[in-house]
């Protein structure tokens, strides 16, 4: 017992005082960047970060100032100012809902911003330093969990150089004080960088981790009219749900559905503007609705109950209406949207759970998620599904549907007996369910045309009939809902999904980058025991999330093939030349500030370098003219009477001795 007593005490006896001030500097510029970092991720608010930063500041010149000083009254106050921060963040979790990370996140950054506030007022020696370069680095960590775009990097970049400098500080301070070279510093930064890059390009494919990302906000929010139904289009941005039509304004929830009904004689194209960007464990159709009614012309739903799910997050998605989940993979996704969508919650199929900034939501009875308020700019939700991914091999197990599956699931406006024939005839050899999904989704690859410039449909014209005997030219619309009608035709279920699909996905962040563009409509296809499966004839949703050097790999490389290249040669020339002439005329300028023997020395060495033999670096003026022989060790005695004997030897002299000189040298 004794000697655990002694050894504390040693371990906590005074150490030396610290007297460099550019380590002081240097630690308390890594803790500002950290609480930028933390306040640019909105961790912590602006004014709330200013003030820390400041306070740190003058904790760290108070410390400076008291170094040689034992204050026990600072220990003492340091002391319960940490306890009491401890105290008031057990007190904010103690209401908070169990498992819920956003409870703890925000607190938690606080609690790291007063700590190091705190103790920055007694750290007295460079032990108590380290302990400020620790304590930023764990505020960077907070504010990289929340990193959704770029930004972060010039963050992170900052703290890293920062954080070397300190590191070198430590160091030099540890050496006996010598300030470290700045090249070195530089140097140092950039390798580690460098390294950075290396293992950043070797990483392995992400996957978001369960349980640590249910951050939410309402954005703009405002409350949607209807209870439990699609909003309108009342001229709010908030209300994009306006259905599409073959004349008139079309918003961009009426050309891929997101409202009542999806009509496929529109015509409409969607820009690049970037919907929202999401993190996901795995990519995947992210689905807002569906449809089950099909009249020849456009896609309506006849579910159209909804259930009030209120207590606020977490909601519980299981057992309260809509198509009970399959067992699958776990799939939890972030959603941060970057301009407003309708007031659909977007998600992988077979939710389970949602994390959302509202105290109700509604559950469609076809599975889909309603808000309550408009989804505009900063709104963030978490939806935890169960994603369903049968292999062929158990799909082609699936015996034909039977009695569970709703009437609404094969219903058809007419017999459509040609589009009948046809699916017969593509899938004439097929035994089961899923080949036959397939062999209709290769015919419409290898006989229809993908294409969003098509005709308008003529009044009275079936769509299905036009794309499949017409001009067999579509977009994901047409297509979908002419797969779907085959497959009823042929007595298997099938629904019209609409939603989205990743987009570009950002190695940085982790973020699927969501485009309006990609708004999709696709396929659903029932399988007893499996539920609904998803099918897609015109886009490709990746198995698993890219690995994010690969990605950053082959963005790189269709950026260099995308520059043009003609252009970039004639800049590079013109450059070049440019820089030839600026290099030509500085030496040329360099030659007239030189002296006659100066330059008699320069011509000298010139005349050496050509011939193979140069200027050795222990080689005086006489050794080196003697050597190259000629006239050569007449230039160099003339060298050392100007330059040692004080001769005055004048420019005819000199043009003749370097005259003769170079005479000699080109026999």
Not at 144 to 151: F, I, L, P, S
Not at 315 to 334: C, E, M
Not at 523 to 535: E, L, N, P, T
Request: charged fraction near 15%; glycine fraction near 10%.
């Amino acid at each position: 017992m004794t000697g655990l007593v002694e050894a504390v005490r040693r371990a906590n006896a005074p150490k030396p005082p610290e007297h460099s001030v550019r380590l002081r500097v240097a630690a308390a510029t890594t803790i500002a960047v950290g609480l930028l970092a933390a306040a640019g991720e909105h961790e912590i608010a602006r004014p709330t970060a200013y003030l820390s930063m400041a306070m740190v500041a003058a904790g760290m010149a108070f410390s400076h100032w008291n170094r040689h000083r034992s204050l026990g009254w600072v220990k003492i106050a340091v002391a319960v100012s940490a306890i009491a921060a401890m105290i008031w963040f057990v007190h904010r979790l103690s209401g908070g809902p169990v498992g819920d990370i956003t409870s703890v996140e925000d607190p938690l950054t606080v609690l790291f911003a007063w700590v190091l506030v705190v103790h920055s007022f007694h750290v007295p020696a460079r032990r108590d330093l380290v302990f400020a370069l620790a304590g930023s680095a764990a505020l960077m960590a907070v504010a990289a969990a929340q990193a959704v775009d770029m930004n972060f990097g010039i963050y992170a970049l900052a703290w890293i150089t920062a954080g070397m400098w300190t590191l070198f500080e430590l160091g030099a301070s540890a050496a006996g004080g010598t300030p470290p070279r700045a090249a070195r510093v530089v140097s140092s930064t950039t390798g580690v960088l460098a390294a950075g890059l290396v293992i950043f390009l070797l990483l392995p494919a992400p996957t978001a981790a369960v349980r640590l990302d249910f951050r939410t906000s309402p954005g703009p929010a405002g409350a949607v009219p209807g209870s439990g139904a699609l909003a309108g289009d009342a001229g709010s941005p908030l209300e994009l749900s306006h259905p599409g039509s073959a004349s008139g304004r079309t918003g961009v929830g009426g050309y891929l559905g997101f409202a009542g009904s999806l009509d496929t004689a529109t015509r409409a194209t969607l820009g690049r503007t970037v919907v929202m960007e999401v993190r996901a464990s795995v990519p995947t159709y992210w689905i807002g609705e569906t449809f089950d009614h099909w009249d020849g012309r456009s896609w309506s739903s006849t579910l159209n109950r909804s259930a009030t799910l209120t207590g606020g997050s977490p909601y519980s998605l299981t057992g309260q209406g809509g198509d009970l989940p399959a067992s699958g993979v776990d799939d939890l996704q972030t959603f941060y949207i970057k301009n407003a969508t309708a007031d659909l919650i977007f998600h992988a199929d077979q939710a389970e759970q949602l994390w959302f900034p509202a105290s109700k939501v509604y559950l469609g009875q076809d599975g889909s998620l309603i808000s309550p308020i408009g989804i505009g700019k900063g709104a963030i939700y978490t939806v935890d599904s169960s994603v369903s991914r049968p292999t062929p091999t158990e799909l082609r197990a699936v015996p034909p549907a039977g009695g569970p599956v709703p009437a609404q699931f094969l219903q058809l406006p007419k017999p459509y007996d040609d589009v009948r024939q046809l699916a017969q005839t593509v899938t004439a050899g097929d035994t089961d369910e899923y080949d036959t999904v397939q062999s209709l989704i290769a015919w419409i690859g290898a006989h229809t045309r993908y294409s969003t410039h098509i005709p308008p449909l003529a009044p009275g014209t079936d769509a299905v009939e036009e794309f499949l005997f017409g001009n067999r030219t579509g977009y994901c619309e047409q297509i979908s809902t002419a797969l779907t009608v085959m497959l009823r035709s042929l007595g298997i279920p099938a629904r019209e999904a609409v939603g989205y699909v990743p987009g570009p996905y950002n190695p940085i962040t982790d973020l699927y980058q969501v485009r309006a563009e990609d708004a999709h409509a696709w396929v659903q296809a029932y399988f007893a025991g499996y539920g609904w499966v998803s099918f897609d004839p015109t886009a490709v949703v990746p198995d698993a999330n890219p690995s994010p050097g690969a990605t950053a790999l082959r963005s790189a490389g269709r950026w260099i093939a995308g520059l043009p290249w003609t252009s970039v040669s004639v800049v590079a020339g013109a450059v070049a030349t440019v820089a030839g002439a600026g290099w030509l005329l500085r030496r040329r300028q360099a030659a007239r500030s030189l002296s006659p023997a100066q330059m008699a020395v320069f011509r000298m060495e010139r005349a050496g370098r050509k011939i193979g033999r140069p200027r050795a670096a222990s080689e005086t003026v006489t050794e080196y003219g003697a050597a190259l022989r000629g006239g050569w060790p007449d230039v160099a005695r003339a060298v050392d009477e100007s330059a040692y004997g004080g001769a005055e030897i004048g420019r005819c002299e000199w043009e003749r001795l370097l005259g003769a000189a170079q005479a000699v040298q080109q026999q």
